[in-house]
């Protein structure tokens, strides 16, 4: 059964603390994704990567950065966390080759206080 | 630029009716359109379409696509409160990039 893991569900910060938000996939997909969902916005793309050490700019990348050190683990870092940051993140991973499927996690609900 | 609009926003139904999603494209060099279910959780693949005309078909759920006039439709049947979900269309265009999302509808089933 294919999986894509998100290491919270549910994770609450300060303002100004840097956050990690880890995703790891086991279907060997070269495409890992991470997206933001609020209400009346849908899912909106921070960032993307191709590939190990690769990563490109999704719609809305400002105060978020990326890390992709293995092919299976794409991190999504929040340098200092801000109010306007809760939202619900959701990782995917795809097959690089075709057209198929984007697999979703389960999603972090994060609130910044 | 590319996008995806989805509707209606929100829909409410009662158990037993039919009801029709709704989505529209303007995607440069489109590839295929995807539709998603999501519940309180990750969206799941539903449909995945490329070629126009052609139904696809699982249980209750249907839906088709139309290339000409960029648009697919998703239909449920015989409607469950099961059903209550945010249904998520998605369009792929060529090349391996990231699928462009609509900002779902919101279909609430009552008894």
């Known amino acids: 059964d294919v999986k894509v893991t998100q290491s919270s569900r549910y994770l609450v910060k300060r303002t100004g603390e840097k956050v990690f938000l880890e995703c790891v996939q086991d279907m060997d997909h070269e495409n890992m994704f991470w997206y933001r969902q609020d209400p009346g916005l849908g899912l909106r793309l921070i960032y993307f990567?191709?590939?190990?050490?690769?990563?490109e700019k999704g719609d809305i990348p400002e105060g978020y950065s990326v890390s992709r050190e293995k092919k299976e683990r794409f991190s999504l870092i929040l340098e200092s966390a801000s109010t306007n940051q809760t939202s619900m993140y959701l990782c995917?991973?795809?097959?690089?080759?075709?057209?198929?499927?984007?697999?979703f996690g389960q999603g972090t609900r994060l609130t910044v206080v | 630029e590319d996008k995806v609009v989805q509707s209606p926003l929100s829909l409410v139904v009662h158990e037993g009716d039919t009801v029709t999603l709704n989505c529209s494209y303007e995607v440069t060099n489109f590839r295929s359109l995807l539709w998603y279910k999501q519940e309180k959780k990750a969206p799941t693949f539903l449909f995945m379409l490329?070629?126009?005309?052609i139904e696809k078909k699982s249980g209750r759920l249907s839906s088709i696509l139309d290339k000409k006039e960029l648009f697919s439709i998703l239909n449920i049947t015989a409607t469950q409160t099961g059903d209550s979900a945010v249904y998520l269309c998605a369009a792929r265009f060529s090349g391996n990039t990231p699928l462009v999302f609509g900002k779902g509808t919101r279909l609430s089933v009552i008894a």
């Open positions: 490329t070629s126009s005309g």
């Open positions: 990567s191709y590939d190990v050490k690769m990563k």
């Open positions: 995917a991973s795809s097959l690089r080759q075709g057209s198929t499927e984007a697999f």
